[in-house]
């Protein structure tokens, strides 16, 4: 018997942009988001949220918010302690990392200003919210850090005395001898980058409901996340319960992007307080809610060192991080990544061998920070390539040929970076070629020359990345994080011949269910059609770590991948013992039963299955059908599987206002094989305009004493659709050798991207008027300032 | 004190007469009274557009108006017209481009666009745009509902020529 040729020779669905079969649902208002979910007896949970940054509660009165009508229970941070334990939000791996226990409402100190503080729970959001303006508190404010840069003053208030200082993590990562390095340059170019703190913003605010069946003290909770298992785990841990009693289901999730994967104090309440009541409790953050209490990010002042030579090489460099995140590292994931990521990733592109770098992540008394889609990556690459466009035009040098001379070539592969980062084959050259004859770089450049003799002022910015997905067990599990780095995949041929996949990777929009779908019908051999796939249930899908750092497509499609294959030998041994045939002799193609040499069908799946389920009697004695599977994956050959990319904006400035114009948006990206080009291309264009609102309006704007001031949409500025460029994806496609399918992922590669192309895109409209701009957003204020129109 | 109020409305074309309290916003009532949960609520303050319906013919964030205000009149939600079909060119434009991921802004979307095409069947792609500017989208960019948008506009046309 000959092996049969990897799955993506055969004839396939993968490649193939196929429509997403469950976009009807959601077409048509039919798709159920957490809050369309509806128990009998459900009551609804609002809460008092600390006004302060840092104060203490001196009393807290609920007698005259328990008397109202409607209100079933009122339930102060004592209370909810004494059933559900607190968390520290550290890792192992980190070393020397440290932050403060937290629990679910705060404990006689509020320490950002919209902590919650007591819950109100009633028969409906409106009954609870009167409860809340009920309860009375009485306040003591306390002095509150809000600038990190002084954070770490011995004149600034300690935020948790039992931790001695206000110092969260500190990271030094060293390569090569960076002093000697800068010692023979020829020049060394200097900035610092601000970069604004970001939040997510999904449009379904994040949603929980938690329903405790006291007779078998089983809690089931419907919530908006993107990591189910994990939910399960910490649930089962800190209410104290054992794991298969508590069950998480994901259903229709609105949008996620790293917001719906972290332990919000809220939705830990609203489990114990279901624990508590033994009634379902749901809870639906409101916009404010959402703005002063989901994750934000992003909050860094970074100063780089470029040390080059005149002709462009890049000899050295340094990097100082410093970043504030909040009064708690945010459990489990912790508040150091970022940071973290930005050091390591930084000079990931480029020959660079002498690199020093090191990360500050203060605590401050402000919203907590932590892993938002790409982590560190836009900061990395915007620092990194603004960087590289500094150096060239202090030289006089062409930005384009000075990455060239830079690059990670392909003749190196595979290779390490300094900071520790593998990459088995990227293709930066490949990637800088394609988007510069996309683009038609050369005229661009051209018109832009041509337009500055009559003052209109454009710029092109370019941005090389490396985007890091399908991360395996070195990014939390050796921390001591219960969070699964493999996924598994069930996949069930029914008597009807259909196939029902359960897959532990989730879905809230990126199409994972779809492209799971693809893989499994390939591997199989059945048409798509014919298979449903099934996600976001703890007590029905194989345990997995769900959706986040882009591993949907390389750990849940490579375990889809297995998982078809298995299935297809156990179809094809029950199809032998029907048809008295050995299995190497026949084939599964298009959901039919085959001759493997000359094509003709032999049994279609629906014969197979009612044989198989209803008539096994029919079959030799001694043979079992067996017509489920489950397969597991995790990548053990590399830490994580990089991608790469680059992107250029086209922008033109108005030095009069300050306001800044997107042209056009190019991309060109390397995520592998690609499953469904449409899905990838539109992950790529929704993440660059997560990057571009970054870049240029979205910032939560705190004054000096923690007072959050963006608490609207009319505020917080997220993109629309006028303002958005038009966006043009291009692709090299190099698999990774390490698994059968060869994907990886592509989530965050715009977002990694996008923020660098527009600084330096700005910049580059600048030159003429002697201007730079190193703050985000890149607000009409901030580039009127570096034209000296504004003091 | 029993301090409701009694309204009566057409929704979806069916008489629905309910008592509900004064501060109740249009989707709320919708969402909980009816379980019409295809109007979504992403700000509740009129910015995101997600809780877009039609009240006797017109765009209105149902955020914005109160239960009481709706006394009288007709209202449509995404539930009504994927029931009448008159956005079926439209969602299958979506599903074809891909022009929606996670869907909660999606049904705002649709009745946006339906009415841009309705009042500027010709309209451009940057018409498109600005028009679709009340509608935020976390997900997609935009392009793919431009395009579809557009490509709907343009089906449109064809045929009443």
């Not at chain 1, 509020?110 to 409106?126: H, S």
């Not at chain 1, 705190?702 to 460029?725: F, I, R």
């Not at chain 2, 935009?142 to 557009?150: F, G």
Request: one cysteine or more; charged letters at 20%; hydrophobic letters at 40%.
């Amino acid at each position: 018997m000959s092996t049969p040729p990897p799955v993506h020779e055969r004839e396939s669905y993968i490649g193939q942009s196929v429509v997403r079969p469950q976009t009807a649902r959601l077409l048509a208002g039919r798709g159920v988001y957490t809050d369309d979910v509806r128990l009998p007896r459900m009551t609804h949970v609002a809460f008092l949220r600390s006004p302060h940054a840092h104060a203490r509660i001196r009393a807290l009165d609920v007698t005259a918010a328990r008397a109202l009508p409607g209100v079933v229970a009122v339930v102060t941070g004592e209370e909810i302690a004494r059933v559900c334990d607190g968390w520290v939000g550290t890792l192992a791996h980190f070393a020397g990392m440290k932050s403060a226990k937290q629990f679910p409402l705060a404990l006689g100190r509020a320490t950002w200003q919209g902590e919650p503080v007591a819950a109100v729970v009633a028969e409906t959001r409106a009954l609870a919210e009167d409860g809340v303006a009920s309860v009375r508190v009485e306040w003591e404010p306390l002095p509150a850090v809000t600038d990190a840069e002084t954070a770490l003053d011995p004149a600034t208030p300690v935020i948790h005395p039992e931790l001695g200082d206000n110092l969260a993590f500190a990271l030094d990562v060293v390569a090569g001898d960076v002093a000697r390095a800068f010692a023979e340059a020829d020049l060394v170019v200097r900035e610092t980058f601000l970069t604004g703190r970001h939040t997510g913003v999904t449009l379904e605010p994040r949603t929980i409901l938690a329903d405790f069946d006291p007779a078998e003290r089983r809690l089931t909770v419907y919530h908006s996340f993107q990591a189910p298992h994990m939910m399960q785990d910490i649930l089962a841990r800190h209410l104290r319960l054992p794991e298969h009693d508590v069950r998480v289901i994901c259903k229709d999730v609105g949008g996620s992007f790293g917001i719906k994967v972290h332990i919000y104090p809220d939705e830990m309440a609203t489990c114990a307080l279901a624990v508590l009541l033994g009634r379902p409790v749901k809870f639906v953050a409101d916009r404010l809610e959402s703005f002063q209490s989901d994750i934000h990010a992003r909050d860094h002042r970074v100063t780089a060192e470029l040390a080059v030579r005149r002709d462009g090489t890049f000899v050295g460099m340094r990097l100082d991080d410093l970043t504030g995140i909040g009064p708690y590292s945010v459990y489990p994931r912790t508040s150091a990544v970022e940071g973290n990521q930005i050091a390591r990733l930084a000079p990931g592109v480029y020959k660079l061998r002498d690199y020093a770098a090191a990360v500050r992540v203060v605590l401050q008394n402000k919203t907590p920070m932590c892993q938002y889609r790409a982590v560190g990556h836009p900061i990395a690459f915007a620092v990194m390539e603004g960087m590289v466009d500094l150096a060239a035009r202090e030289l006089g040098l062409d930005p384009v040929e000075v990455r060239r001379r830079n690059l990670i070539t392909a003749d190196m592969y595979p290779c390490t970076a300094p900071t520790g980062y593998f990459f088995e084959r990227l293709s930066h050259e490949e990637a800088l070629d394609k988007i510069l004859e996309m683009s038609e770089y050369a005229r661009l450049c051209e018109e832009r020359d041509r337009l500055r003799a009559r003052r209109v002022y454009r710029g092109l910015g370019l941005c090389m990345f490396i985007e890091l997905t399908t991360p395996g067990p070195a990014f939390y599990g050796i921390g001591g994080a219960r969070i699964s780095s493999q996924d598994g995949c069930t996949l069930k041929l029914e008597p009807t011949g259909k196939v029902v996949c359960l897959t532990g990777v989730t879905e809230q929009g990126q199409g994972t269910d779809t492209i799971i779908a693809q893989v499994v019908a390939t591997a199989l051999g059945v048409r798509l059609e014919d298979v449903r796939v099934l996600t976001g249930d703890t007590m029905v899908t194989p345990y997995g770590g769900g959706t986040w750092a882009s591993r949907g497509a390389g750990i849940g499609g490579e375990a889809a991948l297995l998982s078809g294959k298995a299935l297809r030998q156990g179809i094809l041994r029950v199809a032998a013992a029907i048809l008295a045939c050995e299995p190497e002799d026949l084939d599964l193609r298009a959901s039919r039963i085959v001759d493997a040499l000359t094509g003709e069908v032999r049994l279609d799946l629906p014969e197979l299955g009612r044989i198989a389920y209803f008539r096994p009697d029919t079959l030799p004695k001694d043979f079992q059908a067996e017509l489920a599977v489950t397969r597991h994956y995790v990548p053990r050959h590399q830490g994580f599987a990089f991608t790469n990319g680059v992107q250029l904006s086209h922008v033109e400035v108005d030095v009069e206002t300050g306001f800044v114009r997107l042209l056009k948006h190019w991309v060109v990206e390397d995520c592998g094989r690609i499953i469904n080009p449409r899905l990838v291309d539109e992950q790529l264009r929704g993440a660059i305009v997560q990057g571009i609102g970054a870049a240029l309006w979205e910032h939560c704007v705190y004054d000096a004493e923690g007072q959050l001031l963006t608490g609207t949409m009319m505020d917080y500025l997220v993109p629309l659709a006028a303002e958005t460029p038009e966006i043009v994806v291009g692709h090299v496609e190099t698999p990774t050798a390490y698994s059968e399918g060869g994907f990886k992922g592509a989530g965050e590669a715009g977002t990694a991207g996008a923020p660098g192309a527009v600084l330096n895109a700005v910049n580059d409209a600048l030159a003429p008027l002697a201007a730079r701009v190193t703050t985000q957003p890149i607000t009409p204020e901030v580039v009127l300032r570096a034209l000296g129109k504004l003091p | 004190m029993d301090t409701t109020v009694a309204i009566e409305l057409a929704v979806n074309g069916t008489p629905v007469g309910r008592r509900v309290e004064p501060r109740l916003c249009l989707a709320d009532f919708l969402r909980y009274d009816l379980e019409l949960t295809g109007t979504h609520v992403g700000c509740e303050h009129g910015v995101c557009g997600a809780c877009t319906v039609r009240v006797d013919g017109a765009l209105v964030r149902a955020c914005l108006m109160l239960a009481v205000q709706a006394d009288g009149c007709r209202v449509e939600t995404i539930e009504g017209v994927s029931g009448t079909g008159e956005v079926s060119d439209l969602q299958q434009a979506f599903a074809e481009a891909n022009a929606l991921q996670c869907g909660f802004c999606t049904p705002g979307m649709l009745l946006t666009a339906h009415e841009i095409l309705q009042r500027e069947p010709g309209a451009d792609p940057a018409r498109i745009r600005l028009a679709l500017s009340g509608n935020y989208c976390r997900c997609t960019g935009y392009q793919a509902i431009v395009d579809a948008v557009h490509r709907v506009g343009g089906a449109r046309g064809r045929e009443t020529r």
